[in-house]
Structure formats: C-alpha cells, structure tokens
C-alpha cells in the first residue's frame, strides 16, 4: 500500500509540475482537477451505456408494471418474467450504479493521501501545497480558526460550497422534471411487496445532490476539490446524456 500511495503521490507531483507554468502555486489544485477529469472521462462511456440502459428502464414501464399485474399472485414467476424481460431487452436495472462505484476508489486515493503526514518514510509534501490560501491537507474546521468563515481560508470554502449548492440546485430541478414527466414503478421485492424505504429514498434523491456539502465540509480540501469537480461533471453529463428524456406534461400532449 505504502508504495501504491508513493506512486500516486508521484502522479499527482508531475500533473502539478506540468501545470506549474500556468498555475503556479495552485498548480497541486490544478493537477487534482485535471486528475478528477480524467477518471470521469474514462468512465464516461460506462455512464453513456448507463444513460442507454435507465431510458430503456423506463421504456420498459408499461410492460413492468402489466407483468406485475398478471403475477400478482405468483412472486417467484414475477421475477422471473421480469429477469426474462430485462435479458430480451438487454437492460440491467443497476446500470446506472457502475460508474458512481469505479469512482470511489479515485476520491478515498485523494483522502488517503491528503490525510497522511508521511508517504513511505518521507513526510508527505503535498500537504502544504495550497488552494489560494488554504493548504490542500487541511478542512474546513483548520480554515475557521485561521480567519473564521470570511478570512482568507474561509473564502476559499465559501467559493465551494457556492458551485456545490448551484450544481445542487440545478440537478434538484432536473431530477424532479424528469421523475414527474416519467414515473418509475416502485421497486419490489421477492414476494411482489415494495420494498421497504424504497418509497421514502425516491421521494429523497432530488434532494442528493446536497448532501455533497456535508462532504466538502468534513473532508480535506483536495478531496473536497475532487467531490465539487465530480459533481460538476455529472450534473454537465446527465444534463447532456438525458436531454431527450420527455418534459412534463409531454407524454399528456401527445396522447391528446
């Protein structure tokens, strides 16, 4: 592990010295941006066949929902006609999980190695490398004892919570369109019953996308940069990938 994390740490320094031309000191915060791009740009094309497989999902609404009907008395002969239906059609109802999972190992490398005093057994430079004033290695409680909310430190926070509650706010009024324009049927377990809490977490993820500044709040500021780049991307992507899903109140215009 220890010299996994020397590599890493070797990555990050020559990203950061490539960009030391343009960016100077910022040039560690750069290099973490730029190594934030390119994972999700690698993982773009499992979200472009994530994209594929929930609008397919949610073509197949009408004829999930009339399988569930027709089974309703038969839980075992339910999931399998809805296996069947998924394997005809091929479309994995967890199809969009795969590209958040490949992305977690890239953000818990930038904790890791952020949140170590020493790599190897050498003391681990890359702490005092800093965004404008506030050093990459630290959070968002060191910024408040130099300076408070509006000092120097504070500043460089207050900008990061600013995109993330913008990008928050705009994936929120997305999502809601997209669940009203396209009702999904609710998930259901073996015995043909919703499953528990499905209900409530629906009701839930417009409001995810928020969470994300409990995160840039506790973790140290190269992770943070991480979190609010990847998010940034993924509100970009989706806004992207899910163009042509229908407005509300389309699929009413059309039946009329």
């Known amino acids: 592990m220890s010299a996994f994390m020397s590599a890493f740490a070797s990555l990050v320094g020559a990203l950061a010295d490539l960009l030391h031309p343009l960016f100077r000191n910022g040039s560690t915060a750069a290099a973490i941006i730029l190594f934030t791009a390119l994972v999700r740009l690698a993982v773009h094309p499992l979200s472009r066949a994530a994209a594929r497989g929930q609008k397919a999902q949610r073509r197949l609404q009408p004829q999930i929902a009339e399988l569930r009907k027709k089974h309703a008395k038969n839980p075992e002969r339910m999931q399998k006609a809805l296996m069947e239906l998924h394997r005809e059609e091929k479309v994995s109802p967890f199809s969009?999980?795969?590209?958040?999972?490949?992305?977690?190992?890239?953000?818990?490398?930038?904790?890791?190695?952020?949140?170590?005093?020493?790599?190897?057994?050498?003391?681990?430079?890359?702490?005092?490398?800093?965004?404008?004033?506030?050093?990459?290695?630290?959070r968002w409680h060191d910024a408040l004892s130099h300076g408070g909310v509006f000092g120097a430190q504070g500043l460089v926070y207050l900008g990061l919570f600013a995109i993330v509650a913008a990008v928050a706010t705009f994936n929120y009024g997305r999502t809601k369109r997209q669940m009203a324009a396209s009702p999904v049927t609710p998930a259901t377990g073996p015995d043909g019953q919703p499953v528990p809490g499905m209900g409530a977490m629906t009701r839930m993820m417009p409001l995810m996308s928020f969470f994300t500044l409990f995160t840039v709040g506790f973790v140290p500021l190269a992770a943070a940069l991480y979190v609010v780049t990847s998010t940034t991307w993924t509100a970009i992507e989706r806004a992207y990938l899910y163009r042509d899903m229908p407005a509300p109140g389309a699929a009413v215009a059309t039946a009329a």
């Open 96 to 138: 969009g999980c795969l590209p958040s999972l490949l992305q977690m190992p890239a953000f818990f490398l930038l904790y890791h190695l952020f949140s170590s005093q020493k790599i190897g057994d050498e003391a681990n430079a890359l702490l005092g490398h800093q965004l404008f004033d506030a050093p990459l290695g630290e």
